[in-house]
């Protein structure tokens, strides 16, 4: 079992940045496909970005694509979310999570494949 504990959220002026990071407690850290995903008031759960094993691919939202960097650290066990140039519509909770599936990452964007959740941490952007 992995247990996922999410940090790094915050208000943050449009235009800036923050680095979300996600640790993984056990030791098959990096048996386990992440991703991240986040969930805005009023809307369901979206897929914003995936990273195999090995950290060695990775996949993203359209709408995250070129301002948000995933990247993991095996020996650490942590899986981080670099955002840059944040846009009011970036505010949400986010929540990283793990996956069994060892499919493509480009495949992985689907919640239903992931297996543990964090708690998420709230990232809230001002215009």
């Known amino acids: 079992q992995v247990q996922l504990v999410e940090s790094g959220g915050g208000l943050v002026q449009a235009g800036g940045s923050l680095r979300l990071s996600c640790a993984a407690s056990?030791?098959?850290?990096?048996?386990?496909?992440m991703g991240w995903f986040r969930q805005a008031p009023g809307k369901e759960r979206e897929f914003v970005a995936a990273?195999?094993?090995?950290?060695?691919?990775?996949y993203y939202a359209d709408s995250v694509k070129g301002r948000f960097t995933i990247s993991r650290d095996n020996a650490k066990n942590t899986v981080d979310l670099q955002m840059n140039n944040l846009k009011p519509e970036d505010t949400a909770v986010y929540f990283c999570?793990?996956?069994?599936?060892?499919?493509?990452?480009?495949?992985?964007?689907?919640?239903?494949?992931?297996?543990?959740w964090g708690q998420g941490t709230r990232v809230t952007v001002s215009s």
């Open positions: 999570a793990a996956t069994r599936s060892w499919s493509p990452v480009a495949t992985l964007s689907r919640s239903s494949q992931y297996v543990y």
């Open positions: 990273i195999n094993l090995s950290g060695g691919s990775t």
């Open positions: 056990g030791r098959t850290f990096s048996t386990y496909g």
